[in-house]
């Protein structure tokens, strides 16, 4: 009995060390899944190639380590490279696109056309010029990466626009060759050209103004319809070749349609043992005599029409009207209006009441921000900086004290009683979204400024976030290097001036 547990004992637990854990199961892992997902949701493979392979790379390499039950240090060693590089293809991602932002929109413009789906061979030229063109920004040669990023455009442009062609006129284009393969061509060749002829003409407006939408369908479905036409028309006649009766069941079927409207009319058989022409004769004397009967009732609605202008008239309303039963409709408003005076005007007292109650809210909202601006000015010194209302009435805490040694993003000790007071000041505005901005003076290079102004703002960020528990969705960062100047850069005064970070504390 002994030796029977120890058997199963020793079983039980090579069926533990065996045990595969999956890389699900990894918390670090799951981490890094997200991360990875957060690159490619901003095209980090499109603007920062070259470091999102490396960071794909590493990560492949840690699943696969996961599941061959590596050692735990050879699973973190791959995520820490995983996640070093993502957060790294994430900030290149946002320098590519700043460098490039003049060349986004084409190709913006034709993934919004559906050009991957429905031309994906001239989409994938035009990416793939344009994701060389981010490989020479990531690899820091911004000259060459402008210079190819240029010649995407034609491309993307022209995908665009085909895409438009596919999507407006992919159906029509199916209808007309369905037509031609029921031999439309021999049979309905009228219709056809006819489909042809409105698909040419959506084709000219499209060429003419790809986005004008109401003429080009105008015309699209007008080519669908007589594709479809064509093609009915095509299969009628080759069936009659086919068979004799074809032509007697033909008939009966035009005899059919034209008692379904006798029928619906109330007329009763139609003489068709006197031919076609008869029963239609039939047709449309029974619809002049219903027209007579229509000017008929027309004259009496005019006389019930004048009866009721001249009850309006004493009510001073308009009676320029016609219709008898919108003329009654405004006497029965009209009466409604007088009944209902005093309900609608306590219900505009209301109003006012309700009026006067918002502006006093928004009054002492606003009085209150007033207070709070009061109060951050006075913790701020000029030293280190000011208080500033933005265009759009959001605070602005412009710090030019918070400085940084040449090159470098790193905070100083000494500036953590300057960032005590900014903890403060957003400590006031709980609600408030937050933008940190790094800007240089306009020496040295010009993307080198940008990159160096985004880690100064990272940087700043990182601390306000860890230091006061701050939500990643609240609080974002740019750098925008010299490109918003507050004061000369030809001047010490002046560049020390614009060597700033500013914090926007937004509503």
């Known amino acids: 009995m002994k030796k029977q547990i120890t058997v199963l004992l020793l079983l039980f637990i090579v069926g533990l060390i065996g045990k595969n854990i999956s890389a699900s199961d990894d918390p670090f892992y799951m981490e890094m899944q997200q991360l990875m997902d957060s690159v490619r949701i901003a095209d980090g493979n499109v603007f920062a190639p070259k470091t999102y392979e490396k960071a794909e790379k590493a990560f492949r390499k840690a ?117 031609v393969e029921a031999e439309a061509t021999k049979y309905a060749l009228s219709t056809l050209d006819k489909a042809r002829g409105a698909r040419s003409k959506c084709d000219a407006i499209l060429t003419k103004d790809r986005y004008e939408r109401t003429e080009s ?43 379904r409207v006798a029928d619906e009319v109330g007329i009763g058989q139609l003489p068709f043992d006197n031919g076609p022409i008869a029963a239609a004769d039939s047709l449309v004397l029974y619809i002049k005599d219903l027209q007579a009967r229509n000017e008929k009732f027309d004259k009496t609605n005019l006389v019930m029409a004048e009866k009721m202008k001249n009850i309006l008239a004493q009510f001073g309303e308009d009676t320029s009207e016609k219709d008898p039963i919108v003329l009654t409709e405004r006497l029965g408003d009209h009466i409604i209006t ?49 208080v500033l209302y933005s265009a759009s009435n959001d605070i602005i805490l412009r710090l030019p004290g918070l400085s940084f040694d040449v090159g470098r993003s790193d905070i100083k000790d000494e500036h953590v009683v300057l960032l005590d007071k900014v903890k403060t000041i957003i400590g006031m505005f709980p609600d408030s979204r937050l933008i940190v901005e790094g800007h240089t003076d306009a020496s040295g290079d010009a993307v080198t400024n940008t990159a160096l102004s985004e880690k100064r703002a990272y940087a700043v960020m990182q601390y306000l976030r860890e230091s006061m528990l701050m939500s990643a969705d609240r609080i974002k960062a740019f750098g925008y290097g010299s490109d918003k100047p507050v004061a000369s850069n030809k001047t010490a005064e002046g560049r020390a001036k614009n060597r700033r970070i500013d914090i926007l504390i937004m509503h």
């Open 217 to 259: 369908l105008k015309e699209i479905r007008r080519a669908e319809y007589e594709a479809r036409h064509a093609a009915n028309i095509a299969q009628s006649v080759r069936s009659m070749e086919r068979n004799d009766q074809a032509w007697e069941q033909m008939m009966l079927v035009y005899e059919i349609q034209m008692k």
């Open 338 to 386: 007088m009944l209902s005076e005093h309900e609608q005007m306590a219900y505009k007292v209301n109003n006012l009441q309700a009026g006067y109650k918002e502006v006093s809210a928004a009054l002492e909202v606003r009085t209150e921000k007033e207070e709070k601006f009061k109060e951050a000015k006075a913790l701020i010194n000029p030293s280190e900086g000011e």
């Open 63 to 179: 699943e696969e380590a996961i599941n061959s039950n590596k050692k735990r240090k050879t699973i973190d060693e791959y995520l820490n490279e995983t996640k070093g590089y993502a957060e790294n293809a994430l900030k290149a991602t946002e320098v590519a696109r700043l460098t490039l932002a003049e060349y986004l929109e084409p190709r913006s413009k034709a993934i919004a056309a559906k050009a991957p789906m429905h031309v994906p061979e001239l989409y994938q030229k035009a990416e793939q010029i344009f994701i060389k063109a981010a490989q020479n920004v990531e690899s820091g040669n911004v000259k060459n990466g402008l210079k190819e990023a240029e010649k995407s455009v034609p491309l993307f442009d022209e995908a665009e626009f085909e895409a438009i062609r596919a999507e407006i006129m992919g159906k029509a284009d199916l209808l007309i060759q369905k037509a």
